[in-house]
C-alpha cells in the first residue's frame, strides 16, 4: 500500500526541520531500512530510514527546504499504486485544510494553486520557485523574509548591495555610532563636573580615522547578524540587482525567479533640490558625510529636517561652524512646537546658526545663496550637505508596465500594503508612508500576515519618532496642534526634567515631557519628550497609546525611583491633576 512519508517529529520542541539531502530519485527502488533523505534540525542531524519496500514514485520537497513537522514529503508505493488518492487521504488525516487543492498542487497535476492560508502548504513543490519573493534587504525586506519563512514559506530575498540596507549601512546605526563617539567627547569636557581631574579637555578631541573604524565594526557584526538570521530561518539569499519582468518573475545576477507573492522593499535615495550648484562644488549627502575623516571648518546643511539636525548636531560637537538653512519657518517641523522652540535654543547655544523660512536658491564655489523675507542672502562654507528628504527608489521596479500605481513617485498601498497588483505589495519608504526604519519591518510583518491568510492592518497614527540630539526627543501621535485641531479642546499634561532626581544625578536636566489627552474618554493622543534617554523611553507610551489607555491607567502604574521613566508618570499625573513633583 502507497506510503506518504511525512516530516518526523524528533523531539517535543521540534517544530520543523530542514531536508538536507535526498538518498533517492523519484523511480528509484527502496528496500525498508534503505536510508532515504537527512535532515537537520537545530539540535541535530538523522538519516531517515524507509519503512517499506516500495518505489520512490514522488518527492515533494527540495532539498534545502525547511519543512514544519507532519508536512509530507515523499510517497513510497508500488509501480501502479493510485498515489494521488494516497496524498489526498494523508493530508486529510493530517487535518490539512483543501487537502484536494495541496495534493493537486504538489504533484504538479493541476495548475498552481494560490498559496492557501495553512501555514503547511509552505514547501509543497508548486510551478513557481518561490512562495515569496522579496526585493530588498533592508529592514523592510529582510524582517517580512524572516517573517514569511517562520510562516511556513518557501522564501527567496534579493539585495543588490549589503543586507541590513540604509539603515543599517548608511542611515540610523552608522549615524547613531557617530553620535555616540560625539557623546563620549562631550562627557570627557564635561568631567570635570563630575569630579573627574586628570584630563587633558583643552585638547580631548575625536580623532575621526578612529570613530569611522569603529563604526564600520559596529556595522559589519551587525550585517552579518541579518544574514544569519535569514539563513536560520531557511530564506535563500540572492545577491544581485533585482528587476521585476512580470507580476511573478525576477530577474537577477542573469537568472530568473518565480514567486507566488513578491513584496517590493527597494528603500529610498537621497532628494536632490532642482537649483543651480557650482560644478567646482561637490555637494555631501547623509552617504558621504558617514565617511567623513577630517573635521571641516564650516558647514551649511540645507534643510532643517531629521537628518539636518542630527547632522548639525554631531559637527557642531566636534567643533564644526555650522550653519543651518531650513524652507519652513521652524527646523524639525514634525515635532511638537513647544519641543522644537527648547532645541532651537539648545541647538543655537552650541554655536549652531540657523536660518528659517530661508529658500536656498543656488550653491556656489564659496557659498550657499538662499531668499528670506524677500533679500538674498548667502553664507560662505568650506562644505556643503543637502538633506531636504529622501525619494522612494523604483529602480528595476517597471510600475507602469506592470499595472502598479504610483503617486508622487512612491507606490501606492491599502492598510494591507498590497499594492494595486494583488499579489504584489510594498513595504518601507518605496511606499512613501513613513520613512522609518520601524515602519518598514512592521509593515514588513503586516504584508506577510496577509499573504498567509490573516488579516492585518498598519496603525500609522501611532508610530513612535527618535531623533538623535542630546537630550533626545521622541514622540509619537498627534502634536499639541494637531490634537488642537483635531479635537477642539484638549487636556496636556507637562513635567519638566529638572523636577527628576535621576536627571540631576546624570547632569542633563534639559527638556520636558508633554502628554496629550482628547477631551471626551481622556485617551492618550500623543506622547512627546524632549530629554535624556527619550528614544528608549517613548515605548511605553507607545504601548499604552496601542492599549487605548488614558493618562490615569499609566498613571496608576507603579513606576520604578529613582529612574527619568519617572518623568512619564509625573506628566500622566499633570494630565489628569497636578504632578506630585513639580508645583
Ligand atoms: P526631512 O523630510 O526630515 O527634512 C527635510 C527638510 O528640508 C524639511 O524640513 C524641509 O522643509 C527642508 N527643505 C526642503 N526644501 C528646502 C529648501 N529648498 N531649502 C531649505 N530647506 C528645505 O528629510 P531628511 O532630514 O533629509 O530625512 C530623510 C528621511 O530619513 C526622513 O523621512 C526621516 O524621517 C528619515 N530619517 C529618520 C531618522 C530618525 O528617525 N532618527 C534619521 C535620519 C533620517
Given at each position: ?8 517529529k524528533l523531539g517535543f520542541n521540534m517544530s520543523e526541520g530542514k531536508l538536507v539531502k535526498w538518498y533517492k530519485a523519484e523511480g ?214 533585482g528587476n521585476l519582468i512580470d507580476k511573478n518573475t525576477l530577474e537577477a545576477a542573469g537568472k530568473k525567479y518565480t514567486a507566488d ?289 488614558t493618562a490615569e491607567e499609566v498613571a496608576n502604574a507603579i513606576h520604578p525611583h529613582p529612574t527619568v521613566s519617572e518623568v512619564m ?15
Open positions: 500500500m502507497a506510503e506518504v512519508i511525512i516530516m518526523p528509484d527502488e527502496v528496500k525498508k531500512g534503505e536510508n532515504l533523505f537527512s535532515i537537520e534540525t537545530d539540535k541535530t542531524n538523522m538519516d531517515i530510514e524507509a519503512t517499506n519496500d516500495g518505489t520512490v514514485r514522488k518527492l515533494l520537497i527540495d532539498e534545502g527546504d525547511q519543512i514544519p513537522v507532519t508536512l509530507p514529503i515523499a510517497i513510497v508505493a508500488t509501480k501502479d499504486e493510485d498515489i494521488t488518492a494516497a496524498l489526498e487521504q494523508a493530508l486529510k488525516d493530517l487535518g490539512k485544510d483543501n487537502a484536494a487543492e495541496n495534493t493537486a498542487t504538489s504533484l504538479n497535476k493541476a495548475e498552481a494553486a494560490p498559496a492557501s492560508s495553512s501555514n503547511h502548504s509552505a514547501g509543497l513543490k508548486n510551478t513557481n520557485d518561490y512562495e515569496v519573493l522579496v526585493i530588498g534587504g533592508g529592514p523592510g525586506g529582510y524582517v517580512a523574509a524572516i517573517k514569511a519563512a517562520q510562516m511556513g514559506k518557501k522564501t527567496a530575498i534579493v539585495e543588490k548591495a549589503h543586507f541590513g540596507g540604509t539603515c543599517l549601512n548608511v542611515g540610523c546605526i552608522p549615524t547613531k555610532a557617530l553620535l555616540r563617539s560625539a557623546e563620549a567627547l562631550n562627557e570627557v569636557k564635561e568631567s570635570a563636573t563630575f569630579g573627574v581631574t586628570g584630563v587633558d579637555i583643552a585638547n580631548a578631541k575625536l580623532d575621526l580615522k578612529r570613530v569611522q573604524e569603529r563604526k564600520k565594526q559596529v556595522i559589519t557584526q551587525l550585517v552579518g547578524g541579518v544574514q544569519g538570521l535569514l539563513k536560520g530561518n531557511g530564506v535563500t539569499l540572492i545577491n544581485g540587482e507573492y513578491i513584496i517590493i522593499a527597494t528603500g529610498s535615495d537621497v532628494k536632490n533640490l532642482p537649483i543651480t550648484i557650482s560644478p567646482k562644488r561637490q555637494v555631501l549627502t547623509s552617504k558621504e558625510m558617514l565617511e567623513l575623516s577630517e573635521t571641516p571648518k564650516t558647514m551649511t546643511i540645507i534643510g532643517g529636517g531629521v537628518i539636518g539636525i542630527e547632522f548639525a548636531y554631531f559637527l557642531a560637537s566636534i567643533g564644526t561652524k555650522v550653519t543651518v538653512i531650513e524652507f519652513l519657518d521652524r527646523i524639525l517641523p514634525m515635532v511638537d512646537e513647544e519641543i522644537t522652540a527648547q532645541v532651537a535654543a539648545n541647538l543655537v547655544k552650541m554655536g549652531i546658526t540657523i536660518h528659517t523660512g530661508a529658500k536656498v536658491t543656488e550653491i556656489t564655489d564659496q557659498s550657499v545663496r538662499f531668499e528670506k523675507a524677500g533679500e538674498v542672502q548667502e553664507v560662505e562654507a568650506e562644505k556643503v550637505l543637502m538633506a531636504v528628504g529622501r525619494a522612494p527608489r523604483l529602480d528595476g521596479i517597471p510600475c507602469e508596465a506592470l499595472g502598479i500605481k504610483t503617486e508622487r513617485g512612491a507606490i501606492v498601498t491599502d492598510e494591507c500594503l498590497k499594492t494595486s497588483v494583488s499579489n504584489i505589495y510594498a513595504i518601507g519608504d518605496v511606499n512613501g508612508k513613513a520613512m522609518l526604519a520601524h515602519t518598514a519591518s512592521m509593515e514588513g510583518i503586516v504584508a506577510v500576515e496577509n499573504i498567509c491568510g490573516h488579516k492585518s492592518a498598519m496603525d500609522y497614527g501611532k508610530i513612535p519618532s527618535a531623533i538623535y540630539v542630546q537630550p533626545e526627543i521622541a514622540s509619537v501621535g498627534l502634536t499639541e496642534a494637531e490634537a488642537k485641531a483635531k479635537y477642539g479642546q484638549v487636556k496636556v499634561g507637562k513635567f519638566p526634567l529638572l523636577a527628576n532626581g535621576k536627571a540631576k544625578v546624570a547632569g542633563e536636566e534639559r527638556g520636558l515631557v508633554k502628554v496629550i489627552l482628547e477631551p471626551k474618554y481622556g485617551e492618550i493622543v500623543g506622547v512627546h519628550m524632549y530629554c535624556i534617554h527619550a528614544t528608549d523611553m517613548i515605548s511605553e507610551a507607545v504601548v499604552a497609546m496601542k492599549l487605548e489607555g508618570h509625573e506628566a500622566m499625573h499633570a494630565a489628569t491633576g497636578k504632578a506630585i513633583h513639580f508645583l
